[in-house]
């Protein structure tokens, strides 16, 4: 596992031990960006099931300003405070240990909205269309902003969820990334 392109192309980044986390291969990340910059001239990023930080530190490289991390594994947060510290990105992110839905509460109190968010839980489909529907609710995102999920091959996620509307599909093998932009009201 490495960063794939930017700044800190070819970095190699540390794994989360164990069987708990499911890191984003090299070839989903490549095309995952590929489908939604490839590059970014700045920007504000999510990676809410962070793991290693795989997703979050491939959108620092390639130009986002600023990632926040969240993993409710410590394991999890300790790799990914290595793995920022070797790509030297320790002023452009924030690590949180939370679940999901408590760190959607805690950004909301902090008014934060993003251009991109990663979401990678594990492979269950309503936690996705639920997060997905709060972030809508509480305009965790910004207009023209995307979410980026990957979730298993046989899961067929809406077309819409609230003012999100599915822009892009891809399958990868046993591996789906479906892609999400918040379009402009009209």
């Not at 800190?8 to 995952?32: F, H, M, W, Y």
């Not at 930080?53 to 926040?68: F, H, M, Q, T």
């Not at 509460?105 to 996705?128: M, T, V």
């Amino acid at each position: 596992m490495r960063v794939v392109s930017g700044s800190c192309k070819g970095r190699p980044l540390k794994a989360v031990p164990g069987n708990s986390t499911r890191p984003t291969t090299d070839k989903v990340k490549e095309a995952i960006f590929n489908m939604i910059g490839p590059y970014f001239d700045g920007g504000m990023g999510l990676d809410l099931f962070a793991g290693s930080g795989g997703l979050g530190l491939e959108a620092l490289s390639r130009g986002l300003d600023k990632v926040i991390f969240i993993d409710r594994e410590s394991k999890a947060i300790q790799v990914i405070h290595e793995n920022i510290k070797a790509c030297k990105f320790e002023e452009k992110a924030e690590v949180f240990r939370n679940d999901a839905e408590r760190a959607i509460k805690a950004l909301i109190k902090r008014e934060i909205s993003f251009d991109y968010i990663f979401l990678d839980p594990p492979y269950k489909k309503q936690q996705l269309v639920s997060l997905m529907e709060k972030m809508d609710e509480q305009e965790l995102v910004k207009t023209n902003g995307i979410i980026i999920c990957e979730h298993s091959f046989d899961v067929e996620l809406p077309r819409n969820v609230g003012r999100f509307t599915q822009i892009k599909h891809e399958k990868y093998g046993i591996i789906a990334v479906t892609i999400y932009s918040r379009m402009v009201e009209e």
